[in-house]
């Protein structure tokens, strides 16, 4: 029930602002302490505007990826992926973990979480380039997805709820002889939803019905009733106000979505090279560092462990021996 999930008492905001905010926050820490370590100034780094346009541009290619992907990718998973990627950098800088690698983990992580069973190698068939390399980015950062979205894995997505409203649609609302002409049109805008920040303002029964009511818009159809009489009843009236205009304000993010403009995203991506954070960046040789000084640490303390367990076989198989003889 989303009423009671994680999803509502840890993941929901009352406002853009809200949102804006922390995502301000992220921008300043990072800013802050590379800026101290590393002696350079603010304008040596990305703005936050700058992150939300990078954000932008990556969640474009996340939903080509999983567009793309084979075996053919259930809307759950799609849906999870965006609110893990989503969630991730209210709390997080491009600067510090680069949007291409935390999209392909996010994605794998939700194949886990909604059931839809490809392993590791399958996955990665459907990257392009170093599959290999892939691999390894995603397991690194699995771990730590899974840390920064407070191990708070269940997703709401508004597609079940569209179900539920069609069923009901078909049962209670006469007017409309075949709720499923309005399906195309509700894909649409819930396709287009995606790129808003609603999954974190919005419960899922809401963006459910604003698709459901932008729908039979497109169709010509009126289910004003069955929102008003139907679902509201006479108890619900005095809510049905607040629920108006939730699904305008709905409405409003997916009408205002533009696309991140390109010639601003070359230089902030060439920007990014620069400022990034390095113990983060697979290509670079700060990073090999650590990763080869975690193998050496994790080799050695297999060895310790395994010269502990034979130093007390030995001292096992000396008092069997002493016993032996005694007897």
Known sequence: ??????????WMFNSE??????????????????GHKEGKGPSDFLTSADERILCKKYELYLREFCRKFQPSMPRSVIGTS????????????????????????????ACKVEEFNVSITQFVANVNGNREKAMDIILNNELLLIQ??????????????????????KTRCTNISDPQ?????????LDRCLFTDACLLYAPSQIALTAIVYAAGKMQENINDYVTDVLMGTDGKDKLNKLIESLKNIRTLVKNLEPPPKDQIRIIEKKLDKCRNQENNPDSQIYKRKMQEMLNAEEDRSARKYAKIAEQQRLADEQLVGSTKLS
């Open 82 to 109: 965006f609110i893990y990627f989503k969630r991730f950098y209210l709390h997080n800088s491009v600067m510090e973990y680069h949007p291409k690698e935390i999209l392909v983990t996010c994605v794998y992580l």
């Open 17 to 34: 602002q809200d949102l804006a905010n922390l995502r301000n926050e992220s921008n300043r820490n990072f800013v802050n302490d590379h």
């Open 148 to 169: 920064q979205l407070s191990y708070n894995l269940t997703v709401h997505n508004p597609f079940r709820p569209v179900e539920g409203f069609l069923i009901d649609i």
């Open 181 to 189: 002409r309005l399906r195309p049109a509700i894909d649409d805008f």
């Open 1 to 10: 029930m989303f009423s009671s999930s994680t999803q509502r008492k840890n």
